[in-house]
């Protein structure tokens, strides 16, 4: 059996978990399928060879949209009771979207664990995301047209309303996962949304042995993200000094915006990450899609080219996601925008 589909060794367990053996509690995020299933036996066995080691709470998120997520969730639960760990149901109630439901379903189960992170005291959360979900992952924001930061996929490691939601299989193969089930003899549910062919991730689920063909299997695909995420940071870095040096350049003092000619000798995607941080703090409607803060720039840019000497850019005046972009006097300036104003009743005849 090759690597990518021998059960977890112990040892390997171990070191998946090891990082947070020093945490008073961890939250298990456990639907019943088979990846979330692992995570669950893995890390009750990691726990039980420790002397002392966190508490760990499995909860299962029931969206109410199938019929057979209670019993799964009683599975779940027997399961929970047999490895010795602590285990909870919540359910999403209310009314469902009629479209969307994928995206809904999923802030809606990080509500829920966020809930149980805060009544448990634990500052992680562990899902179990595998390296096959990394590659259908950077495929589905490479065909919405993401940037940098989004084709790095999913971190180990990242920050969600005061807790930290940690994958540690993310560099695990699904194979891999489903022989240590085997092995064990340990039961697992199997959900039909995961093949529906109208959700776009079942479909570039679908698609992955022809281009794994191709050389385009999750192992390269995953790792390509992994370096796009190394770059992405290399890059945050440099518009946190890009940023500094504004702010050295006022004086210190916070200033709504930048120096004309210092923001258009920045490299393009420093300026863009530099504009969009600046909506990003003075908007009141959201995070601005990439695409229009792009065209924004350029803009800006055609702005500063009518007189075509440094110093004298010319006029600009523009909102987006609710900021004022201005370009005068040789500085680029990013304010909240004016309230709008409400349509007026028709006094036409």
């Given at each position: 059996?090759?690597?990518?589909?021998?059960?977890?060794?112990?040892?390997?367990?171990?070191?998946?978990?090891?990082?947070?053996?020093?945490?008073?509690?961890?939250i298990?995020?456990?639907s019943?399928?088979?990846?979330?299933?692992?995570?669950?036996?893995?890390?009750?066995?990691?726990?039980?060879?420790?002397?002392?080691?966190?508490?760990?709470?499995?909860?299962?998120?029931?969206?109410?949209?199938?019929?057979?997520?209670?019993?799964?969730?009683?599975?779940?639960?027997?399961?929970?009771?047999?490895?010795?760990?602590?285990?909870?149901?919540?359910?999403?109630?209310?009314?469902?979207?009629?479209?969307?439901?994928?995206?809904?379903?999923?802030?809606?189960?990080?509500?829920?664990?966020?809930?149980?992170?805060?009544?448990?005291?634990?500052?992680?959360?562990?899902?179990?995301?595998?390296?096959?979900?990394?590659?259908?992952?950077?495929?589905?924001?490479?065909?919405?047209?993401?940037?940098?930061?989004?084709?790095?996929?999913?971190?180990?490691?990242?920050?969600?309303?005061?807790?930290?939601?940690?994958?540690?299989?993310?560099?695990?193969?699904?194979?891999?996962?489903?022989?240590?089930?085997?092995?064990?003899?340990?039961?697992?549910?199997?959900?039909?949304t995961?093949?529906?062919?109208?959700y776009?991730?079942?479909?570039?689920?679908?698609?992955?042995?022809?281009?794994?063909?191709?050389?385009?299997?999750?192992?390269?695909?995953?790792?390509?993200?992994?370096?796009?995420?190394?770059?992405?940071?290399?890059?945050?870095?440099?518009?946190?000094?890009a940023?500094?040096?504004?702010?050295?350049?006022?004086?210190?003092?916070?200033?709504?915006?930048?120096?004309?000619d210092?923001?258009?000798?920045?490299?393009?995607?420093?300026?863009?990450?530099?504009?969009?941080?600046?909506?990003?703090?003075?908007?009141?409607?959201?995070?601005?899609?990439?695409?229009?803060?792009?065209?924004?720039?350029?803009?800006?840019?055609a702005?500063?080219?009518?007189?075509?000497?440094?110093?004298?850019?010319?006029?600009?005046?523009?909102?987006?996601?609710?900021?004022?972009?201005?370009?005068?006097?040789?500085?680029?300036?990013?304010?909240?925008a004016?309230?709008?104003?409400?349509?007026?009743?028709?006094?036409?005849?």
């Amino acid at each position: 059996m090759s690597d990518d589909q021998s059960p977890i060794s112990a040892s390997e367990a171990r070191s998946l978990f090891a990082e947070w053996k020093q945490s008073p509690s961890l939250i298990l995020a456990v639907s019943g399928g088979p990846d979330s299933v692992a995570m669950l036996w893995l890390a009750a066995r990691w726990r039980r060879a420790l002397k002392r080691g966190p508490r760990l709470v499995a909860v299962t998120v029931d969206h109410q949209l199938r019929p057979e997520a209670g019993r799964e969730a009683a599975g779940v639960k027997r399961l929970a009771r047999d490895l010795g760990v602590e285990h909870r149901t919540l359910r999403w109630r209310g009314a469902k979207p009629a479209t969307g439901v994928p995206a809904a379903a999923r802030d809606a189960r990080y509500a829920l664990l966020l809930k149980a992170a805060r009544q448990c005291e634990a500052a992680h959360i562990l899902t179990a995301h595998t390296r096959d979900d990394q590659a259908e992952t950077f495929l589905m924001r490479m065909a919405r047209g993401s940037g940098i930061a989004g084709l790095g996929a999913m971190a180990r490691q990242s920050p969600r309303q005061g807790a930290i939601v940690v994958r540690p299989l993310l560099d695990v193969p699904k194979a891999r996962l489903l022989a240590t089930l085997d092995k064990a003899g340990v039961p697992y549910a199997f959900d039909p949304t995961n093949i529906d062919a109208k959700y776009t991730r079942p479909r570039l689920r679908a698609l992955m042995p022809l281009l794994a063909a191709e050389g385009c299997n999750a192992r390269n695909l995953a790792r390509l993200a992994g370096r796009l995420g190394r770059a992405n940071a290399a890059l945050e870095l440099m518009a946190d000094g890009a940023e500094r040096f504004f702010a050295l350049r006022d004086g210190g003092a916070p200033q709504p915006g930048f120096d004309f000619d210092a923001f258009v000798a920045l490299p393009e995607e420093i300026r863009v990450r530099v504009l969009l941080r600046a909506i990003g703090r003075v908007g009141t409607e959201g995070v601005p899609e990439l695409g229009k803060v792009e065209a924004l720039l350029g803009a800006i840019e055609a702005a500063g080219s009518i007189s075509g000497k440094p110093g004298t850019a010319g006029r600009l005046r523009q909102t987006l996601a609710g900021a004022l972009i201005t370009v005068a006097r040789g500085r680029i300036r990013v304010e909240s925008a004016p309230p709008r104003r409400k349509a007026g009743p028709n006094r036409g005849g």
